[in-house]
């Protein structure tokens, strides 16, 4: 499965120095198909927005020796064909691990691998420390006593 492609798909426009920047080269359509698909795993979008991405993409059978079957899929934009289908396995066989990160200032996606199935931020090094620093802040400081002037 195509994961990473998928995760490298999705963060492509990260936030640096509180700017939202774009990674992917200059490719209109894969960066549209990008931007759908960001907003479908935020649950902006319904999942049927993508599919007019599926336009032109075939899928042909065979059998190996063994007797397996597997589809092989024929896309104009592959890169991107690829990770829909990534984010299709993930959503039939993980449901919920996909997500995007609870950061509200970060624009990364992370894939929840813990089996607890309670990750919240794409790095705990940087947004979950930020976030947990920034509420214990604002806990102290509202729990400390007004200053008398």
Excluded at 9 to 18: I, M, R
Excluded at 41 to 65: K, N
Excluded at 99 to 112: I, P, T, W, Y
Aim: hydrophobic letters at 35%; one cysteine or more; a neutral charge.
């Amino acid at each position: 499965m195509d994961e990473e492609l998928l995760l490298a798909l999705l963060n492509s426009t990260p936030v640096v120095d509180g700017v939202r920047t774009e990674t992917l080269e200059p490719d209109a359509e894969l960066r549209a198909g990008r931007d759908i698909l960001q907003a479908v795993v935020r649950g902006d979008l319904p999942p049927s927005a993508l599919t007019p991405l599926l336009a032109g993409v075939t899928s042909h059978p065979s059998i190996s020796e063994e007797g397996r079957l597997t589809w092989t899929i024929h896309a104009p934009q592959d890169r991107l064909i690829r990770a829909i289908v990534a984010w299709d396995e993930l959503e039939r066989s993980r449901p919920g691990r996909l997500r995007a990160c609870a950061n509200h200032e970060c624009a990364l996606f992370l894939l929840d691998r813990s089996k607890s199935n309670n990750a919240r931020w794409c790095s705990m090094a940087t947004c979950g420390n930020k976030l947990k620093a920034r509420r214990h802040y604002q806990r102290t400081r509202s729990e400390s006593p007004a200053e008398s002037t």
